[in-house]
């Protein structure tokens, strides 16, 4: 009896070319880039994460990157100056009432920003507006109900529940990502695409499991214990214990989240 | 301003050439494909319909076909000989005592069977005994934990619940998808990679409504109505709300469920 393995037809062979080592950033980011010279806006850029992602995939395109919090500027273009990328320019801007005239960007791109919003839409009309026909808009958004793991107990539920309903009690939605294809259709826009980016941790995937599981997902968990515990929201021992449980995840158990990225087109 | 849109460069066409009508049978199989005279054993076939996948897929592997059950063993050689396609031959066996040699078999294919049992870690040592020593084993399973929709609501989780404390009732385990690397890695298989087979609906996506949402996940929850209600887990109201909650999602919302498949090697 031969076992012959072909290269791309053997099916562990191929399993393991599927995987090869995928930041979240590729996983987020690989298939957005934006032409040389092409007016893009970035709503809501915060501290400018996303925005030195963008001006380092498309350097050539001219960015606008607005934030109504001026702290958060001050520490984007802070970024921005250190990596001395891309073609970025900053305005202080809320979202919902933005100083551009009409049709005035080819691309729009907006990512963890909607999931805070009260009212999305309005936000989603007013980049409707800014945005040329026929432009893109991409946007890209988690969704918390899409955690699950290997071993999941009560805590671990709990102390994920704590974090959407804090979101909510903010007027934000932490389950918005699997709402963005009815948000964008109903704004009208054309040619809505939503595709899932899914991340899947288990310890054959040590990369994940320190860069998103621990110091991504646990980390983003264990920054609201404050407000879940004095808010009444949750007990402190069974706040340690959902910690300790999804940490008990990592080398042995298995870790599953959800992002969501739509494209879409702005009516001709 | 110019509106240049090149072919795999725009995010819009890029999300669109992404998604390009996959069905179910492309998403869990398209990467399984045996070489021509290998032999490969697919373990619990039930009525069929892996088998007829896999004859299709790999027509010169010899592929030998084995269940416990004689009337579903029978269904699936009426089903192959209907469709006269590849190289099957059908035994009826017990998965945790098959009539094989050590190393009889070069490959090994499971397809939504662990999940109905008690002790799999027993069903796998068994098929690690038949493989030879550096074949290949492949393994699909669902989570029905990893389901939820939009719009969500109490109801929907309460059918889903159902399905889930039925099988584990049964024995089973519905979430069996999340801990498939955990199992064949205790199992010491080599080479252990787990993949996500992520199933997103939204309407841009008409057959995956009909040919997902409606004729497989809501005709699959529908199917335990009789065990659900007369076993006193849920109420029939309850169960009417859930059931016309998930038809609600078709044409206006999303839907979202996870496969499993694995690959591993067997010990050199």
Same mark, same amino acid.
């Given at each position: 009896m031969s076992l012959s393995y072909v290269h791309g037809y053997d099916p562990v062979e191929s399993g393991r070319l599927d995987d090869q080592a995928r930041t979240l950033e590729d996983l987020l980011h690989h298939d957005t880039r934006y032409p040389a010279g092409s007016r893009v806006l970035e709503a809501g850029?915060?501290?400018g994460a996303q925005t030195a992602i963008l001006a380092r995939r498309s350097p050539d395109a001219r960015i606008t990157a607005v934030d109504i919090a001026a702290a958060s500027l001050a520490a984007a273009k802070a970024r921005l100056d250190a990596l001395a990328i891309g073609d970025v320019h900053f305005e202080q801007a809320d979202c919902a009432r933005l100083p551009y005239a009409d049709n005035h960007f080819e691309h729009v791109f907006v990512c963890f920003?909607?999931? @805070?919003? &009260? @009212?999305p839409e309005n936000v989603l009309l007013e980049l409707q507006r800014v945005l040329a026909p026929g432009g893109s808009l991409t946007v890209i958004e988690g969704d918390h109900g899409s955690f699950y793991c290997y071993p999941q107990t009560r805590a671990t539920r709990r102390v994920v529940r704590c974090l959407i309903d804090l979101q909510a009690a903010g007027?934000?939605? &932490?389950?918005i990502g699997r709402r963005l294809y009815p948000l964008l259709a109903r704004a009208r826009f054309d040619a809505v695409r939503v595709a899932p980016r899914v991340v899947y941790v288990d310890p054959s995937r040590p990369a994940w499991e320190e860069g998103?599981?621990?110091?991504t997902f646990i980390a983003m968990v264990s920054g609201v214990a404050p407000a879940a515990i004095d808010g009444g929201l949750i007990d402190p021992a069974t706040w340690r214990q959902g910690i300790e449980d999804l940490e008990a995840t990592i080398g042995q158990g298995t870790f599953h989240y959800t992002f969501f990225k739509a494209t879409a087109r702005n009516p001709l």
């Open positions: 850029c915060g501290t920003v909607l999931e @805070h919003l &009260a @009212h007027g934000g939605d &932490a389950l998103f599981s621990r110091n």
